[in-house]
């Protein structure tokens, strides 16, 4: 049986022993992600440094593996990011796997995530595959809403190390 | 276990010549007729006969089209009451007791809606349903009681995935109004003894809603064997076209109950402040019905009478047996249900060890095999037996052995893609 090459070595690799798939210990902001229709939840956190860029990526949740693999993928990218440009990665992912973006130059950009590409003829895994990307797109955007970033940052490192509430 | 007799009975299918869609794709393998069922060239002929040669609004007309798009209708309940056993002392079909809706899910929501009155449901009253109905089984009583105060009682399955008589009498007492309960479960493919809880609502004064979506397409069905008083099904799971269900009743419930839907051609007479209701079944079938879509379905159950219904169920019964048992013989597949495969009516629900049922739904598709993998829309029986999520397999009497082979051949991919070789 010829298995397209989504479900390759690397993706299962990704999948199956994801790098970035732990509880973080001191999260700037975690945000939880659910697709209902499958099951797929993860909770997603991030730390951000001094100057505002993600210092450090990671997931915890369960799901397929398209979900897993996604959410790792997406991890490493997003290291060294700051938020606007991890915004940006996120809108490029989800053209990509609508079929909207297919210029191998520009999907680049999202290094190993590109090999997700073929989610665009998979209709029904989108949601899988943007689950994660879905997800930190929200927290960013939701973090980004309050007037001093750095100000809320230091408030939820001062007061809250429980890593599972929602972005307020 | 099948005899090397019974496997060579379901190596090849005689029946899949008759499906246009299998037919012209023998690489597909279709393992999804829980979900819905292929049709045969005599439907589709039909659907289109109807429009070329006696298409009429039924019902109104007086001349001699919409006469016959009318008795085409007819024609079809009568053998659609004859298929179920809904027939008068002397055989003759109660043709009349066969309400035309969209689906099956439309039948129970018309039921929900119009049986609490008769029953006169109100607080402290209990709705009894079971934790494998589907979310159609569920929801509409969800609303009745919200509304009406009334208690959600849920009968539960044993470690047997049975519903014991224990549960029936603890659960079914003197406050259950309505007992509605599937036949068959669209996730596990076991077979409730619907006839033992319907005598046990009956004897709380309690009417019995059958969810037949499931068993009307695999069994026999006498409904006066099942002792129900209501039963829903949905053509698109026997062969007949998408966008038609039937809701059988007895003459004196569906009498009982209030209209449904209403407007034109459920009314006798209206006028400016009141209407009078048309008899029975036309009360239930506002507007105008999908005359074209009934009389397919006439012509799929007259494919299946033609080809015997207790041959077919024989060979679906070996063909679930097998695949059961193959997918069992697997050690990295886990069969969610019983692991007797004569227990299984048309479904099997299973899991691949480690493997995501959406991911392994996925690359069974890259080899042309299709099964539906989710929450069946059960969720709380997935719940209940600790599932977010399963994979489904079901077959029809069109389906071969090579088919579950297949099948059998995709899951050890699924596996090595995972584990590799």
């Known amino acids: 049986m010829a298995v397209n090459p989504l479900y390759n070595a690397q993706f299962i690799d990704h999948a199956q022993h994801p790098d970035y798939k732990y509880q973080m210990d001191d999260p700037t902001m975690s945000h939880e992600g659910v697709n209902p229709s499958c099951g797929d939840e993860l909770t997603f956190s991030v730390r951000l440094a001094e100057d505002g860029t993600i210092e450090e990526a990671a997931f915890v949740g369960s799901g397929c593996a398209i979900s897993q693999a996604s959410a790792d993928m997406m991890s490493d990218l997003m290291v060294d990011k700051t938020p606007a440009e991890a915004i940006e990665l996120c809108e490029l992912f989800k053209r990509m796997i609508r079929g909207e973006e297919t210029d191998d130059a520009v999907l680049e950009q999202l290094d190993e995530a590109a090999m997700l590409r073929d989610i665009a003829h998979m209709p029904a895994r989108v949601k899988c595959a943007e689950l994660a990307w879905r997800t930190l797109q929200e927290m960013l955007e939701a973090h980004g809403a309050t007037a001093s970033m750095t100000a809320t940052v230091s408030a939820a490192c001062d007061h809250d190390h429980s890593h599972d509430g929602e972005v307020g | ?421």
């Open chain 2, 1 to 421: 276990m099948l005899t090397p007799e019974q496997l060579r009975d379901i190596t090849e299918s005689p029946y899949k010549a008759d499906f246009p869609l299998l037919a012209k794709h023998p690489e597909i393998v279709f393992l999804d007729s829980a979900a819905t069922a292929q049709r045969p060239a005599c439907v589709l002929d039909a659907e289109r006969t109807f429009y070329e040669t006696m298409n009429a609004n039924p019902l109104r007309g007086l001349y001699r089209l919409s006469v016959e798009a009318t008795e085409s209708i007819e024609a079809a309940r009568a053998r659609i009451a004859s298929f179920i056993g809904a027939v008068d002392g002397t055989g003759k079909p109660q043709a009349s007791q066969i309400v035309f809706t969209r689906n099956a899910s439309e039948s129970l929501n018309l039921v929900a809606r119009t049986l609490p009155q008769v029953v006169g449901l109100g607080p402290g009253d209990d709705v009894v349903i079971s934790i494998m109905e589907h979310h159609s089984n569920i929801i509409p009583w969800q609303q009745v009681c919200a509304a009406t105060g009334a208690n959600l009682v849920y009968l539960r399955l044993d470690d047997d995935f049975t519903i014991t008589q224990d549960e029936v009498e603890a659960k079914i007492g003197p406050a259950a109004k309505i007992v509605s309960v599937t036949h068959v479960s669209n996730v596990l493919g076991v077979e409730n003894d619907v006839a033992a809880i319907a005598a046990r609502a009956h004897q709380m004064g309690a009417k019995m809603v059958v969810d037949g979506a499931q068993s009307v397409p695999h069994l026999s069905i006498d409904v006066k064997a099942l002792g129900c008083d209501l039963l829903a099904f949905s053509a698109h799971k026997m062969g007949g076209p998408m966008g038609i269900g039937v809701l059988w009743g007895t003459s004196e419930l569906l009498d009982a109950m209030p209209p449904f839907l209403t407007g034109g051609e459920m009314i006798d007479s209206v006028t400016e402040t009141s209407a009078v209701w048309a008899p029975v079944p036309q009360k239930f079938e506002a507007g105008t019905q999908d005359a074209a879509g009934s009389y397919a379905f006439d012509a799929a159950l007259a494919y299946l009478q033609d080809h015997d219904m207790a041959a077919l169920e024989t060979r679906e019964h070996l063909l679930a047996t097998y695949l059961t048992d193959q997918l069992a013989a697997l050690d990295f597949v886990h069969v969610i249900g019983p692991a007797d495969g004569a227990r299984h009516v048309g479904a099997v629900a299973f899991n691949v060890e480690g493997v995501h049922p959406h991911d392994v739904a996925s690359i069974l598709d890259m080899g042309n095999v299709c099964i539906r993998a989710g929450h069946h829309c059960a969720q709380p029986l997935l719940a209940y037996l600790g599932e977010s999520s399963t994979c489904r397999a079901s077959i029809a009497f069109y389906n071969d052995k090579q088919d579950i082979d297949a099948l059998v051949e995709g899951l050890k991919t699924v596996w090595q893609v995972f584990n590799g070789s």
